[in-house]
């Protein structure tokens, strides 16, 4: 499959000295929770570093939760939900589309990449869609290096 | 009370135990802050994992439990059941995935095992937040409505009737009966579409039970399970239903002819119609588009000449509420138009005709009277049947449209019958899928009939010399041929409605990838959605014959019935809570709330949740600047809680110093921790006290 990982950087032991980014993901119990499942079941070969955070809707992730993860120790944070207009909740994801947005120009003012936060749209029967971003992303910030900001603030 | 957490790791076989070391996770669990047990177990859901659960809340006084195991949206009901069991409020459990999301997906045993506890890790943190939560016990109305009234439509009306309660049939066409009405006969058994419809057709608008409202559309859905409340925009028909006894006189006399879509652009209409005789209403509907007096004040002749005296010009839209328990989808499927598909022809090429435009040749009270002709009114001679088209290919449709292999045998077995056994007909097919009951005996019947298989997808239409020219690879044989035909039919893909998207949206259920509605779980919830009460029937959920679309239709009854019969739903109680001492009087959230479920209180001056409405979506709490919004089971401490445990080393190199030291001895499956006397430790983020309930 395509979303597989390449076989040489599976191992990690060689590359022990490899920055290997943590990336919390707040993930919509509808879609791209899942696609999440739907990945599973598919066996689709994802890194290990995403960790989800299941919630009803991507509507409801205050932004606090985004901020507290940046600056608790995450090196990115990925907000995925359903498609723009299949939200289960009529319009959630539009509102979270709104947010993040707006935390673009926060994540500035805290000194943080904004290509640290990262907002997708994944269905629910897209196992495959999920698999790759998160391959995708992990590779993205592996590149951008350790979050600046690890130790610098307590939220 | 003092947090006492039991954690339950679920080896799933080797489904979770084949990557990761759950004896060394749930050792690792022992060590987490008021973990007083820690097990591992082969199957958590079988009855003696739960078990093992429901013991320790009884002999240790577990308040809080975890459990690690497959995903919550397959089993968090099972060990909230069980948690309730041994007297423990269920929310009080947090059921979190180790499988999907870690074993399954994970190459590597060690990266595997580390997931898992930062995985159990966050549970355990936010199971000590969780709070005692009670769901609602609320009527349900007894009526039900169901949307579209073709085969399956009527097959869920009929049954929710025959139970005796009440149904609301809303159809968005003039008639009844969608797409099988254009049928003349039916695959496998070749019954006159006709003879097995119209008496279920009849029998709707018989049946007192069964509110049938035709030429109508649900423009909104408000409410919750059990208690919808829907508006029904009823379109003017100008032809008053309750005194039209359906004579036909006014078909005779209006003078306007307009192409007929019921006859797939092949026939024409008058501006006053209805689309066949056996019509269920059959009272006629004037296109106000194309009706002179309507448009130009002009002719009138219906009027003039209707013994009734039921043309009524001055009608208007008008719109319904309807309260109901719940709703049954039945919407149905369009068929490709397969114009973008430019080499086939079709548009170009008079005698390349669409599988329903077939329909409607071979149906006796179609455009022909039920004879096959060319477009000049003589009988083909030869006929070339493509199948797939817009099925099975990525350029269209990925999917198989599951019926146009039988239709095709169908029309095999039609043409040889009505039009001579004489007449070649070749099936350009990738594989015949005839999988149904008595299918395969049918498409050996047919091929006893002398009828030509090649299997290939065709290339191109051509017209060469008056003759259509079919050009294709027999990739048995592995030659080009190329088919000489009068007429080709090209069996067109079933696919969603175009209005499918605005259906979903009305009634808040998903759509899938290749844009049908969205069941619960394709396997084990294929007639119910996501969104409580709302069922589907039939082929809005994806392509079906009518033995399937039956059955469907009375699976979505039964659910929509099992409902109403118990009369009660519970409301989940993780709705929002606006925490009066905190809220600021700001609005915000009335505006942002997309079911109207908040409230202002004008005393108080603060905003009030309606929990009945409330959905738990959270986009008041999302947003609530002052942070009075918050969703139960969701709430801020809580995700903050979650995050700290996703986020904590989990791994000596650098213990992290507020860590108990995880326990190393290991009695087999179980390991009792001693309570630790680990007083709540104040985290700086949750110094808001728990939400307060009122
Ligand atoms: C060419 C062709 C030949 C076929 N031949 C056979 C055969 O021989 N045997 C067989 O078993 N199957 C056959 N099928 C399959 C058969 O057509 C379907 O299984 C069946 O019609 C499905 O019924 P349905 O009620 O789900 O959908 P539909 O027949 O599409 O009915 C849906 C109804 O809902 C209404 N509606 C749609 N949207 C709304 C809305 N928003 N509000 C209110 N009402 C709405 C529509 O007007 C329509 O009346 C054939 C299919 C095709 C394409
Ligand atoms: S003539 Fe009058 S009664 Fe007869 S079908 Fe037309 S509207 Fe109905
Ligand atoms: S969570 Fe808030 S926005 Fe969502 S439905 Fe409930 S009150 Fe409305």
Same mark, same amino acid.
């Given at each position: 499959m395509d979303t597989a990982v390449a076989e040489e950087e599976t191992p990690q032991?060689?590359?022990?000295?490899?920055?290997e980014p943590t990336i919390v993901a707040f993930v919509c119990n509808?879609c791209t929770y899942t696609a999440a499942d739907l990945a599973g079941t598919s066996r689709l070969v994802q890194r290990p570093n995403v960790r989800l955070v299941r919630?009803?809707?991507?509507?409801?992730?205050?932004?606090?939760?985004?901020?507290?993860?940046?600056?608790?120790?995450a090196d990115a944070v990925l907000?995925s939900?359903?498609?723009?207009?299949?939200?289960?909740?009529?319009?959630?994801?539009?509102?979270?589309?709104?947010?993040?947005?707006?935390?673009?120009?926060?994540?500035?003012?805290?000194?943080?990449?904004?290509?640290?936060?990262k907002?997708t749209?994944v269905g629910a029967s897209e196992g495959n869609e999920f698999a790759e971003t998160v391959n995708d992303l992990i590779e993205e910030i592996r590149?951008?290096?350790?979050?600046?900001?690890?130790?610098?603030?307590?939220? | 009370?003092?947090?006492?957490?039991?954690?339950?790791v679920c080896h799933c076989g080797t489904n979770i135990a084949g990557k990761v070391d759950c004896?060394e996770v749930?050792?690792?669990?022992?060590?987490?802050?008021?973990?007083?047990?820690?097990?591992?177990?082969?199957?958590?859901?079988?009855?003696?994992?739960?078990?093992?659960?429901?013991?320790?809340?009884?002999?240790?006084?577990?308040?809080?439990?975890?459990v690690a195991s497959c995903s919550p949206r397959l089993h968090?009901?099972?060990?909230?059941?069980?948690?309730?069991?041994?007297?423990?409020?269920?929310?009080?459990?947090?059921h979190t995935c180790i499988r999907e999301h870690c074993s399954w997906v994970t190459k590597d045993p060690e990266e595997a095992t580390r997931k898992a506890e930062h995985i159990v890790a966050a549970a355990?943190?936010?199971?000590?937040?969780?709070?005692?939560?009670?769901? $609602?016990?609320?009527?349900?109305?007894?009526?039900?409505?169901?949307?579209?009234?073709?085969?399956?439509?009527?097959?869920?009306?009929?049954?929710?009737?025959?139970?005796?309660?009440?149904?609301? &049939?809303?159809?968005?066409?003039?008639?009844?009966?969608?797409?099988?009405?254009?049928?003349?006969?039916?695959?496998?058994?070749?019954?006159?579409?006709?003879?097995?419809? !119209?008496?279920?057709?009849?029998?709707?608008?018989?049946?007192?039970?069964?509110?049938?409202? *035709?030429?109508?559309?649900?423009?909104?859905?408000?409410?919750?399970?059990?208690?919808?409340?829907?508006?029904?925009?009823?379109?003017?028909?100008?032809?008053?239903?309750?005194?039209? !006894?359906?004579?036909?006189?006014?078909?005779?006399?209006?003078?306007?002819?307009?192409?007929?879509?019921?006859?797939?652009?092949?026939?024409?209409?008058?501006?006053?119609?209805?689309?066949?005789?056996?019509?269920?209403?059959?009272?006629?509907?004037?296109?106000?588009?194309?009706?002179?007096?309507? %448009?130009?004040?002009?002719?009138?002749?219906?009027?003039?000449?209707?013994?009734?005296?039921?043309?009524?010009?001055?009608? *208007?839209?008008?719109?319904?509420?309807?309260?109901?328990?719940?709703?049954?989808?039945?919407?149905?499927?369009? %068929?490709?138009?397969?114009?973008?598909?430019?080499?086939?022809?079709?548009?170009?090429?008079?005698?390349?005709? *669409?599988? =329903?435009?077939?329909?409607?040749?071979?149906?006796?009270?179609?455009?022909?009277?039920?004879?096959?002709?060319?477009?000049?009114?003589?009988?083909?001679?030869?006929?070339?049947?493509?199948?797939?088209?817009?099925?099975?290919?990525?350029?269209?449709?990925?999917?198989?449209?599951?019926?146009?292999?039988?239709?095709?045998?169908?029309?095999?077995? =039609?043409?040889?019958?009505?039009?001579?056994?004489?007449?070649?007909?070749?099936?350009?097919?990738?594989?015949?899928?005839?999988?149904?009951?008595?299918?395969?005996?049918?498409?050996? $019947?047919?091929?006893?009939?002398?009828?030509?298989?090649? $299997?290939?997808?065709?290339?191109?239409?051509?017209?060469?010399?008056?003759?259509?020219?079919?050009?294709?690879?027999?990739? &048995?044989?592995?030659?080009?041929?190329?088919?000489?035909?009068?007429?080709?039919?090209?069996?067109?893909?079933?696919?969603?409605?175009?209005?499918?998207?605005?259906?979903?949206?009305?009634?808040?259920?998903?759509?899938?990838?290749?844009?049908?509605?969205?069941?619960?779980?394709p396997? &084990?919830?294929?007639?119910?959605?996501?969104?409580?009460?709302?069922?589907?029937?039939?082929?809005?959920?994806?392509?079906?014959?009518?033995?399937?679309?039956?059955?469907?239709?009375?699976?979505?009854?039964?659910?929509?019935?099992?409902?109403?019969?118990?009369?009660?739903?519970?409301?989940?109680?993780? %709705?929002?809570?606006?925490?009066?001492?905190?809220?600021?009087?700001?609005?915000?959230?009335?505006? &942002?709330?997309?079911?109207?479920?908040?409230?202002?209180?004008?005393?108080?001056?603060?905003?009030?949740?309606?929990?009945?409405?409330?959905?738990?979506?959270?986009?008041?709490?999302?947003?609530?600047?002052?942070?009075?919004?918050?969703?139960?089971?969701?709430?801020?401490?809580?995700?903050?809680?979650?995050?700290?445990?996703l986020?904590?080393?989990v791994?000596?190199?650098?213990?992290?110093?507020?860590?108990?030291?995880?326990?190393?001895?290991?009695?087999?499956?179980?390991?009792?921790?001693?309570?630790?006397?680990?007083?709540?430790?104040?985290?700086?983020?949750?110094?808001?006290?728990?939400?307060?309930?009122?």
């Amino acid at each position: 499959m395509d979303t597989a990982v390449a076989e040489e950087e599976t191992p990690q032991a060689p590359a022990t000295e490899a920055f290997e980014p943590t990336i919390v993901a707040f993930v919509c119990n509808w879609c791209t929770y899942t696609a999440a499942d739907l990945a599973g079941t598919s066996r689709l070969v994802q890194r290990p570093n995403v960790r989800l955070v299941r919630m009803m809707c991507t509507g409801m992730v205050d932004p606090k939760y985004v901020i507290k993860a940046l600056l608790g120790g995450a090196d990115a944070v990925l907000i995925s939900g359903c498609h723009p207009g299949d939200c289960h909740y009529i319009n959630g994801n539009y509102k979270a589309r709104r947010r993040v947005k707006l935390l673009n120009d926060i994540l500035d003012q805290f000194g943080i990449d904004r290509r640290r936060l990262k907002l997708t749209w994944v269905g629910a029967s897209e196992g495959n869609e999920f698999a790759e971003t998160v391959n995708d992303l992990i590779e993205e910030i592996r590149e951008l290096g350790p979050i600046e900001t690890r130790d610098m603030m307590v939220l | 009370m003092a947090n006492r957490i039991g954690v339950y790791v679920c080896h799933c076989g080797t489904n979770i135990a084949g990557k990761v070391d759950c004896s060394e996770v749930a050792r690792y669990a022992g060590g987490l802050r008021d973990v007083v047990v820690s097990r591992d177990y082969q199957f958590m859901c079988s009855d003696p994992g739960q078990d093992l659960i429901v013991e320790d809340i009884r002999s240790l006084g577990l308040n809080r439990v975890v459990v690690a195991s497959c995903s919550p949206r397959l089993h968090e009901k099972t060990f909230q059941k069980a948690c309730a069991r041994a007297g423990l409020n269920p929310y009080m459990m947090q059921h979190t995935c180790i499988r999907e999301h870690c074993s399954w997906v994970t190459k590597d045993p060690e990266e595997a095992t580390r997931k898992a506890e930062h995985i159990v890790a966050a549970a355990v943190r936010r199971v000590a937040r969780h709070q005692e939560l009670f769901s $609602r016990e609320v009527g349900v109305l007894p009526d039900v409505m169901v949307v579209g009234a073709g085969i399956a439509g009527i097959q869920a009306a009929l049954d929710i009737a025959k139970s005796g309660h009440m149904v609301h &049939l809303i159809e968005k066409g003039p008639s009844i009966g969608g797409h099988m009405a254009q049928f003349d006969k039916t695959f496998p058994t070749l019954d006159c579409a006709a003879c097995i419809s !119209t008496p279920k057709m009849v029998a709707v608008s018989q049946e007192p039970n069964i509110h049938l409202m *035709t030429y109508s559309e649900v423009t909104e859905v408000d409410g919750f399970v059990g208690n919808y409340k829907v508006t029904v925009r009823r379109k003017p028909r100008y032809v008053r239903e309750d005194i039209c !006894t359906g004579c036909g006189t006014c078909l005779e006399k209006c003078p306007t002819k307009v192409i007929s879509e019921f006859e797939e652009g092949i026939g024409m209409r008058k501006a006053i119609y209805r689309n066949s005789p056996q019509s269920v209403p059959n009272t006629p509907v004037i296109d106000a588009e194309h009706c002179l007096k309507l %448009t130009k004040d002009k002719c009138g002749a219906c009027e003039k000449f209707c013994p009734t005296g039921a043309i009524d010009y001055t009608q *208007t839209e008008s719109s319904v509420t309807l309260e109901v328990g719940s709703i049954v989808l039945a919407t149905g499927y369009d %068929t490709m138009d397969p114009s973008p598909i430019r080499e086939y022809g079709y548009g170009r090429f008079d005698n390349v005709y *669409t599988a =329903l435009q077939f329909e409607r040749l071979n149906n006796a009270v179609g455009p022909t009277g039920g004879k096959i002709l060319l477009k000049d009114g003589t009988p083909p001679e030869s006929v070339a049947i493509i199948h797939c088209v817009g099925s099975r290919d990525a350029n269209y449709h990925q999917y198989c449209s599951r019926v146009c292999c039988m239709y095709a045998l169908k029309y095999d077995h =039609l043409i040889k019958d009505k039009v001579g056994h004489s007449v070649p007909i070749y099936n350009f097919y990738m594989d015949m899928r005839c999988f149904g009951k008595g299918y395969e005996e049918f498409y050996e $019947r047919v091929q006893g009939e002398g009828v030509t298989f090649i $299997r290939g997808r065709p290339a191109e239409v051509l017209e060469e010399d008056g003759k259509l020219v079919v050009v294709a690879e027999d990739t &048995l044989l592995g030659e080009i041929v190329r088919v000489p035909v009068d007429m080709v039919i090209l069996c067109t893909a079933m696919e969603p409605r175009k209005d499918t998207a605005e259906v979903a949206r009305v009634f808040g259920v998903s759509r899938s990838q290749d844009g049908f509605l969205l069941e619960e779980h394709p396997k &084990l919830g294929p007639v119910s959605t996501a969104t409580d009460g709302v069922f589907l029937a039939g082929t809005c959920q994806g392509p079906k014959d009518i033995p399937d679309a039956v059955a469907h239709a009375s699976g979505g009854a039964a659910q929509a019935l099992a409902l109403a019969a118990k009369g009660t739903v519970s409301i989940s109680p993780t %709705t929002s809570y606006i925490n009066p001492d905190i809220c600021v009087g700001c609005k915000v959230c009335i505006d &942002l709330c997309a079911y109207s479920a908040i409230e202002f209180d004008e005393r108080r001056q603060v905003s009030v949740v309606n929990e009945a409405m409330c959905k738990g979506c959270g986009s008041c709490a999302g947003y609530c600047p002052s942070g009075a919004a918050q969703i139960k089971h969701f709430n801020e401490t809580q995700v903050f809680n979650e995050l700290e445990g996703l986020l904590m080393p989990v791994k000596p190199p650098a213990p992290a110093p507020e860590k108990i030291e995880p326990q190393t001895a290991r009695r087999p499956a179980a390991e009792v921790v001693p309570e630790e006397a680990a007083p709540e430790e104040a985290m700086p983020e949750s110094a808001e006290p728990a939400e307060a309930e009122v």
